[in-house]
């Protein structure tokens, strides 16, 4: 639903005067409120000339999320008389595609899957971004940001928002009473679990119980593992089948995810044993960690919302998340994370400038303010960030030295990110075996 705006009437002095307004305007109506002009306009002034112009918006986004998406772009619409209307689908991904091949495309639409961007590049409906968003995009983020909404050398969507996923949540109260250091490489990762085991309680819990979509988070854990170890350019390969599904790199990095997610003697607190993580929802993973069952759970900057009520997430709270490390330090700093892009149906000046003003700086600190948002921007203030986990992560994608890869079951074809992939790491953690595990998978891939 479109955000209510108050629209202004003209002043205007008598039936002449009225008169004449209507016929030179074609409408009673001043699209601006009485914000336009003033000095808190003045960062949209580039964005004028579009007064009383609609442009539609079509997400995933609903509910308590959509008024905030509706109030983080109030002021623009004040200020450049510009309609928004966003309409949030729980259906978005299957819909968004009828609508578009139907003929009722929306203005822009946030899309949160390079492939699914890339679908509509392909069908030629979604147009390039104009050279005020290209501007705007490449100044406000990185490169690796930028080439998942590139095809064919060509810009089609600027990114918005984004998650961090390669996040392990702790209990800082739990870490402090028993002397235990968060970990910053790999090997104090496995010693510190070798400690807490020797302690009597299981370091690790998981869950990858998702319904329909039951396995997706053991496929973070092999992600980042060969974001670790492989390096970008081997994970690159690997999620565009340049290496195959079973390459050698990627059984080592299954296999080294296996040396925590597969060890009894780490796995599941508070659940039982290995195979209990394949039954365990995602959503209840991590919560031993408040009843010290267990010790760390690797998930992403999204659960904090997963957390029983009256959870304190803080760095000083209840529970709260460091950066899963990396295993060789020549390979940077890697982080998993997915987001949306701003894709255009349309290209009408108004629908021009919404999508360059979604890529600008103000418009990050403006819905970064509301709160539980998180985005690469270059451009965002951290001290805008309330949220402390938003805070954590909108720090490490900000860090020069992140190499940022998003989430490569959503970057492979659906039959395997979200189909052999995802069943592929339960059977693995059943008890099948790495070889033929990843087997399967290749041989699913066409």
Not at 166 to 194: A, C, H, Q, R
Not at 275 to 304: D, L, N, V
Not at 401 to 414: E, H, I, W, Y
Request: with cysteine.
């Amino acid at each position: 639903m479109a955000f209510a705006r108050s629209r202004q009437t003209l002043a205007v002095a008598g039936v002449l005067g009225l008169a004449l307004g209507v016929a030179a305007c074609g409408t009673g109506d001043d699209k601006k409120s009485d914000k336009a002009g003033s000095a808190e306009c003045a960062a949209y002034e580039k964005y004028e000339g579009h007064d009383g112009k609609k442009v539609t918006i079509y997400s995933s986004i609903r509910e308590i999320e959509a008024d905030r998406l509706n109030e983080s772009w109030k002021q623009f619409e004040d200020c450049t008389g510009i309609e928004i209307d966003h309409e949030g689908n729980a259906e978005f991904e299957a819909q968004l595609p009828v609508r578009v091949d139907g003929g009722n495309a929306p203005d822009l639409a946030f899309i949160p899957q390079p492939g699914l961007l890339k679908r509509f590049v392909d069908s030629g409906k979604l147009k390039p971004v104009g050279a005020d968003t290209k501007a705007m995009a490449e100044q406000n983020y990185s490169p690796d940001w930028l080439k998942y909404s590139t095809v064919n050398g060509q810009l089609y969507g600027a990114p918005l928002g984004s998650n961090v996923k390669s996040f392990v949540w702790y209990s800082p109260k739990t870490f402090k009473d028993k002397g235990w250091t968060v970990p910053t490489t790999w090997d104090d990762l496995i010693k510190l679990s070798d400690q807490i085991a020797a302690s009597g309680t299981k370091p690790w819990c998981a869950g990858i119980e998702s319904g329909d979509a039951t396995g997706w988070p053991a496929t973070d854990w092999i992600e980042d593992v060969l974001l670790r170890t492989g390096g970008p350019e081997v994970y690159d390969k690997w999620t565009t089948h340049q290496i195959p599904f079973n390459d050698p790199q990627v059984a080592d990095a299954l296999n080294r995810a296996g040396t925590i997610l597969k060890n009894e003697k780490y796995m599941n607190g508070g659940f039982g044993g290995v195979k209990s993580i394949s039954t365990t929802a995602f959503q209840e993973g991590g919560t031993p960690i408040t009843t010290g069952k267990c010790a760390m759970h690797r998930q992403a900057s999204f659960y904090a919302n997963q957390w029983p009520e009256g959870t304190k997430v803080a760095e000083d709270g209840d529970v709260f998340a460091f950066y899963f490390p990396a295993i060789d330090p020549a390979k940077g700093k890697p982080v998993l994370g997915g987001g949306e892009f701003v894709g255009a149906f349309a290209d009408r000046p108004e629908v021009q400038a919404v999508q360059t003003y979604l890529a600008s700086g103000e418009y990050a600190n403006s819905r970064a303010k509301i709160g539980d948002w998180v985005s690469a921007n270059k451009k965002l203030d951290i001290n805008n960030v309330p949220n402390p986990v938003d805070k954590l992560s909108v720090g490490i994608l900000q860090d020069e030295k992140t190499v940022f890869r998003f989430d490569g079951s959503d970057l492979m074809p659906a039959a395997v990110g979200a189909g052999t992939f995802w069943k592929g790491m339960v059977a693995w953690i059943n008890g099948k075996d790495t070889n033929s595990v990843l087997n399967d998978i290749e041989g699913s891939w066409k």
